[in-house]
Nanobody, 126 residues
Framework: VQLQASGGGLVQAGGSLRLSCAAS????????MGWFRQAPGKMREFVGA????????DHTDSVKGRFTISRDNAKNTVYLEMNSLKPEDTAVYYC????????????????????WGQGTLVTVSS
């Protein structure tokens, strides 16, 4: 299984970025997909996740209204649209996959996810 995250970079505060995570080696539609981030010296934290069919999403409070997770099961890809970026959004962003049943609630805890991508760095300058 491979999860390849991309789209990170340097952006000014107030700007936007779109992260992508392409999955291979798994049946993508069987997995809840999540985005997490880890800033220097901090623990990895939940950013957002989307259920298998893409009909349900959840985002952490600090990014609600600014970030949107989505997925394209035909392309085996999950996205994170990030708008109105703030310096405190600076972190390495990781995508993750969790095998779930169709009706499972969205998981927020990193330890329950089965597979992880390599991370992509997002730096927001003030």
């Amino acid at each position: 299984v491979q999860l390849q995250a991309s789209g990170g970079g340097l952006v000014q505060a107030g700007g936007s970025l779109r992260l992508s995570c392409a999955a291979s080696g798994l049946t993508f539609s069987f997995y809840t997909m999540g985005w997490f981030r880890q800033a220097p010296g901090k623990m990895r934290e939940f950013v957002g996740a989307i259920n298998r069919s893409g009909t349900s999403t959840d985002h952490t409070d600090s990014v609600k209204g600014r970030f949107t997770i989505s997925r394209d099961n035909a392309k085996n890809t999950v996205y994170l649209e990030m708008n109105s970026l703030k310096p405190e959004d600076t972190a390495v962003y990781y995508c993750a996959a969790k095998r779930t049943i169709l009706t499972a609630p969205i998981a927020h805890v990193p330890s329950v996810y089965d597979y992880w991508g390599q991370g992509t760095l997002v730096t927001v300058s003030s």
